[in-house]
């Protein structure tokens, strides 16, 4: 029909209902799920005891005692044990231990050792948040029980399967093993540092008495010591030691063990070697070992007690024939200087062979046993002997400067930063400023590089400066926190070594293959970067061989090889003490094989306790262990690069003399004629009285006369050649001094001309110009402005004739150049073997 519609209805789709669970399927899945996690836990917890007690029936031998790890020296012969039970071990019975030192360890090792089965879970879920957080295995959780089994499993690796074998251990041990006999056997064989094992055996060296007699300070530092023995043991580090006790007094109060009172009070003493201690004696060549055993602890990732305890072959770089030496020289009471009571003066030594990095030798200090503060890395303020380092070098590297280039040496004071040193501003050449170790021109090149170049070159060799270095004080060595004999020696061996890095290491090869896991290291040398230039070291080590030589600063450190070194001493720095004495003492210095530092000092000085003798002794003990020590060692010689430059300046003028000539009143100049073409010279004056020379006049010729002489004055000359085609000076001739005698002048009589009518005139009669010697001074043995120590004369600095360059206190002030900081002083405060020293630097 028309009009109506086609269209169909439409069809409505009807939805499918999502089918939902009911409540009860709901308790019914997380039900049977519970009931499953239940029987899995109990499943598991049964595999771990039955793992544990496999375990422990197979190993159980092997739970109180480890194998000894041993230390080789260079050749392949053992030269110590890290673990002897039988002669460092002492066992002992609960009843033995003090109760305050039991809940010490636990407030510090493990608070719910006395709760827990074995395994502490909210431990574990604590260490595992925190590796989720690091994203990596970085908190094992383990009890005490569980430190314990570990020493059987000696894998340092945080992995879930030596974990879950350490736990399976722990639960066994705490099946079979009360709660007392496992924390005595825990205390029997933990590592104490020093050798030592066990609570008893550490109770008798650190505080020389039994258990019963300790004191709760003593029982806190004892429990302080397993986190990590090296590190918080009282004797290497009394500071740490008090720090780390104050921390588990603080676990034992918080957990109700200790009153306030009571830790406040055991917060306070300070930690005194007992006179047993040296009674204990572990192994021979100590502070290598001390120092290969944290070189090791670092390598391989395992804590002191897995090392020592693991069996592993230790393969070392020692020379036994040089450290022979150095520990008898060390064990030598002449060769250090004479204290007036038991505060002995000190001293470290450390040897590397620049070539691959390998340390020889070094000594950490005289009675190392007894003493366990190992100097070879601990800083002292390092004076002279960083020169090279934050000056010259920089300046060198910079190619504006070369051995014979002349320092124009000008400036006396730096704003109102004056340095001084015996010979004052006058010019020198870089070569002879640096044999006789003059400070003004250490400073003034400083000065001219700029801080900031002498600092980016310093910590290229592996120096960190502080933010209160950036002052012209380091180029006399005042640093902040000072240097390390192994930092000074690993700098020198960098120049020694063409520029190239060195990385200085004590450890070739650690093997293992207890129960039967195979464990290799074997040391992998980093590849050499070129710290400075090949040309730049070249010109160093020229310009340090000049300190060896006769007349240098360091003559007494030669020993029949070529050799280059510096010398080094600081200012005493004492507060109100104004009598003389020096707190540091070095010599470092290379041969073309070995490079080593020594140093000499009080681990604490006082107006009672300075040095007298200064860096000449040391330069000499130096020598005295080098010569021998070395004899097995093949000569070399010093490699000169092909393209460095050698512009030479003209020689050092001879024959100069200088006379008074009554008739005139003058003096009349004279030197003999330099061999070399294009020079002129310059003729240098000043008064006697007067600081600084002068120049006089420049001639062409071999004669100069000098007009403008006063009677009753003495003038001081020297003599300059100038080579005006490479624009270099020579080294300052000898001085020769004239007196000029005291009377009237000698005005000679002037005829009248007979035109001239002039009756005012006079006679004109002659004055008396009296009687006078003209006679030649002494010029001294260099550039005649000063002169050198005489051989075999200690001096207390090589820079001046008394210690100090500065005035402890004085304030920083501003460079004159733009990029030179402030020439600020280091300061003066005492020194302790805790902290770096940070009086100001002396010449040397």
């Not at 375990?55 to 080789?72: C, M, N, Q």
Request: hydrophobic share 35%.
């Amino acid at each position: 029909m028309a009009g109506q519609s086609n269209k169909q209805p439409l069809k409505t789709k009807t939805k499918k209902k999502k089918k939902r669970f009911s409540g009860r399927k709901w308790f019914y899945g997380l039900f049977f799920a519970a009931v499953l996690g239940i029987v899995c836990a109990i499943v598991g917890y049964l595999l771990i005891i039955l793992n544990g007690e496999r375990i422990l029936e197979e190993h159980g031998d092997k739970l109180e005692f480890g194998e000894a790890s041993i230390i080789y020296d260079a050749n392949g012969n053992e030269i110590n044990k890290l673990y002897d039970y039988e002669e460092h071990r002492e066992m002992a019975e609960f009843k033995e231990i003090p109760e305050q030192l039991l809940n010490a360890v636990i407030a510090t090792e493990d608070q719910r050792f006395r709760e827990h089965s074995g395994l502490d879970f909210w431990a574990i879920g604590r260490a595992v948040v925190k590796d989720v957080i690091a994203r990596s295995a970085v908190e094992g959780g383990s009890t005490i029980t569980q430190q314990l089994a570990k020493n059987v499993f000696l894998s340092a690796d945080k992995t879930f399967f030596r974990k879950a074998t350490e736990a399976s251990i722990a639960v066994a041990l705490e099946q079979q093993m009360s709660k007392d006999e496992i924390l005595t056997m825990y205390l029997n064989r933990i590592y104490f540092g020093k050798g030592i094992h066990g609570v008893k055996a550490a109770s008798e060296y650190y505080f020389g008495k039994d258990l019963s007699e300790l004191e709760l300070w003593e029982s806190a530092t004892l429990a302080a010591m397993p986190k990590a023995p090296n590190r918080y043991n009282p004797v290497n580090n009394p500071e740490f030691s008090k720090e780390r006790r104050a921390v588990v007094l603080k676990l034992m109060y918080d957990q109700g063990y200790i009153s306030e009172q009571e830790m406040n009070e055991a917060k306070a003493p300070d930690y005194e070697v007992p006179a047993s201690q040296a009674e204990y004696k572990v192994g021979s060549y100590h502070g290598f070992v001390d120092f290969v055993i944290e070189e090791a602890v670092e390598v391989t990732g395992l804590s002191e007690e897995e090392l020592r305890v693991g069996g592993y072959h230790i393969y070392t770089t020692l020379d036994p024939k040089a450290q022979d030496v150095m520990d008898k020289e060390f064990n030598d009471a002449s060769n250090f200087e004479e204290s007036i009571d038991e505060n002995i003066v000190q001293g470290a030594m450390v040897i590397i062979d620049h070539r691959t990095g390998e340390i020889k030798a070094l000594n950490g200090g005289r009675e190392y046993e007894q003493r366990g503060w190992n100097r070879v890395d601990k800083p002292r303020q390092p004076g002279s002997v960083f020169k090279p380092v934050v000056s010259y070098g920089p300046a060198l590297e910079s190619g504006k400067f070369f051995p014979w280039t002349i320092l124009e040496n000008d400036k006396k004071c730096f704003n109102d930063y004056c340095p001084r040193d015996r010979w004052g501003p006058t010019p020198v050449s870089m070569k002879q400023a640096m044999k006789d170790s003059r400070n003004l021109a250490s400073v003034w090149l400083l000065n001219q590089v700029g801080i900031s170049e002498g600092i980016a070159f310093a910590e290229k060799l592996g120096f960190t400066l502080e933010k209160e270095d950036r002052n012209l004080t380091i180029a006399l060595g005042g640093l902040t926190k000072g240097a390390s004999p192994l930092q000074m020696a690993t700098a020198y061996s960098v120049i020694a070594n063409d520029g190239k890095s060195v990385d200085p290491h004590t450890i070739r090869k650690i093997e293992s293959n207890k129960n039967n896991k195979k464990y290799t290291y074997t040391y992998e040398a980093p590849k050499a970067e070129q710290l400075m230039s090949p040309e730049t070291a070249w010109y160093l080590t020229e310009i340090m061989q000049a300190v060896v030589e006769k007349g240098g600063s360091g003559q007494r450190a030669a020993f029949g090889r070529q050799l280059a070194g510096k010398t080094g001493t600081t200012q005493h720095g004492i507060p109100g003490y104004t009598g003389s004495g020096i707190r540091d003492a070095w010599f470092v210095g290379y041969t073309p094989e070995w490079t080593a530092a020594v140093w000499m000092g009080y681990d604490n000085t006082d107006k009672d306790h300075v040095l007298m003798k200064g860096s000449p002794q040391a330069a000499a003990f130096f020598a005295k262990v080098m010569g021998p020590a070395m004899e097995h060692v093949d000569k070399g010689s010093f490699k000169r690069p092909e393209n460095v430059k050698e512009q030479k300046p003209p020689a050092a003028v001879s024959g100069f003399q200088a006379a008074y000539v009554e008739q005139g009143v003058l003096v009349e100049l004279s030197w003999d004629a330099s061999e070399d073409s294009n020079i002129s010279y310059e003729v240098y004056r000043r008064e006697v009285g007067v600081t600084e020379f002068s120049l006089f006049s420049e001639a062409v010729l071999t004669k100069l006369t000098d007009m403008t002489v006063f009677p009753g004055k003495t003038y001081e000359y020297y003599v300059v050649a100038h080579d005006s085609a490479s624009n270099l000076r020579s080294a300052n001739s000898a001085a020769v001094a004239v007196e000029i005698p005291d009377g009237e002048l000698g005005i000679p009589e002037i005829p009248l001309d007979p035109d001239i009518d002039n009756p005012d005139l006079g006679t004109g009669e002659p004055g008396d110009n009296g009687q006078g010697d003209g006679g030649q001074g002494d010029g001294g043995q260099t550039d005649g402005n000063g002169n050198q120590p005489d051989e075999g004369t200690e001096v207390p600095s090589e820079g001046e004739g008394q210690p100090g360059t500065e005035t402890p206190g004085t304030a920083p002030v501003e460079s004159t150049n733009p990029d030179s900081g402030q020439g600020g002083n280091a300061g003066a405060a005492d020194t302790t073997p805790s902290e770096a020293p940070s009086s100001p630097p002396d010449a040397a």
